[in-house]
């Protein structure tokens, strides 16, 4: 596999379910990221790690939890979830976290909470 | 407030004739601008680039242009295929942002190339 891979593609959780998010990156890149977009709305930057070192979490609610055992697997922890927190979550790497990176995105994760 | 605008929510263009997609921002302290590309089912992909340096970029078929005192982007597309039916998302940089990378993004112009 290359590129950034997601898994899984969609999801249906109950507001008391508790799920994973998964993202691996096969681009030998060191700096991984979690993206929320909801509809009509700008891509929200929610949780940056840099060689395995969370550096910036945008201030999004305790029931998203992000873990990064290693610089190619990334995952989101979800736990109490609201239906506003439907929308798509994007995976994203890059090589570095300065401005000539660009980022490399996975296919989304596609939420939806009931 | 959105530090990031796309005010074309979508475009319609013939196949061969230019697409011009516009983006304009607030933040002075952005510095570095991308365009990303996406098509359903996927996420972004990175198209091109420019440094507030600089006032056109060009790779190929698209060329980004700056205008940083009316602080203002577009992206042309020329000529336009039907492969280029897409959501094109403006984002920006800031320096000195701290260690992390932020970008922030506009809404996204849907762009429909017709035959």
């Known amino acids: 596999e290359t590129g950034v891979t997601q898994t899984p593609r969609h999801l249906v959780m109950g507001m008391t379910n508790k799920k994973s998010l998964k993202c691996e990156q096969h681009?030998?890149?060191?700096?991984m990221y979690w993206y929320k977009q909801s509809a009509k709305k700008p891509l929200e930057l929610m949780f940056v790690y840099s060689l395995e070192e969370r550096v910036e979490n945008n201030s999004v609610p305790s029931r998203f939890s992000p873990e990064c055992p290693n610089s190619s697997h990334l995952f989101l922890h979800l736990h109490t979830l609201q239906p506003e927190d439907s929308a798509l979550y994007l995976c994203a790497s890059s090589q570095g976290v300065d401005r000539g990176s660009p980022l490399h995105f996975g296919n989304g994760t596609r939420l939806t909470v009931t | 407030d959105q530090q990031v605008k796309q005010n074309s929510p979508s475009l319609s263009v013939q196949e061969g004739r230019i697409s011009i997609l516009n983006c304009d921002y607030t933040?002075?302290?952005?510095?570095?601008f991308l365009w990303y590309k996406k098509y359903p089912a996927e996420g972004p992909t990175f198209l091109i680039s420019?440094?507030?340096?600089?006032d056109k970029n060009e790779d190929g078929r698209f060329t980004v242009f700056l205008n940083k005192s009316a602080k203002h982007l577009s992206l042309h597309i020329v000529p336009s295929q039907p492969g280029d039916s897409a959501v094109y998302f403006c984002a920006a940089k800031a320096l000195n942002t701290g260690t992390a990378s932020k970008l922030t993004f506009g809404t996204g112009t849907r762009l429909q190339v017709t035959l």
């Open positions: 420019i440094s507030s340096i600089k």
């Open positions: 933040n002075s302290m952005f510095d570095y």
């Open positions: 681009l030998g890149h060191n700096a």
